[in-house]
């Protein structure tokens, strides 16, 4: 089993910054590539950010140049900074782990951008 807990959600002003964490715990040795994806109020869960344990990563198309993951893999975390938000980018943030034989999630961290 692995357990995923984010943090760093919160409110910010369209433009502003925020850094989620996600830390890993369990059966960390099993994991490979993880993950932030992001769902607002309505619509469906999409992919935000993936990066795999050597450290390739994905962004999606509509955050591109903006956020950036990051994986600290002494920590067992990985992190999303997000940068020039716009209030479009308001939802639940949830982190992701693809390990062996399963997938796990994040609760959700709320990310809420005021314009």
């Known amino acids: 089993q692995v357990q995923l807990v984010e943090s760093g959600g919160g409110l910010v002003q369209s433009g502003g910054s925020l850094r989620l964490s996600c830390a890993a715990s369990g059966t960390i040795f099993t994991i490979n590539t993880m993950g932030w994806y992001r769902q607002a109020p309505g619509k469906q869960r999409e992919l935000v950010a993936t990066?795999?344990?050597?450290?390739?990563?994905t962004h999606g198309d509509s955050v591109k140049g903006r956020f950036t993951i990051s994986r600290d893999n002494a920590k067992n975390t990985v992190y999303l900074q997000m940068n020039s938000l716009k209030p479009e980018d308001t939802a639940v943030y949830y982190c992701r782990a693809e390990a062996l034989y399963s997938d796990y999630w994040g609760q959700g961290t709320q990310v809420t951008v005021s314009s």
């Open positions: 990066i795999t344990l050597s450290g390739s990563t």
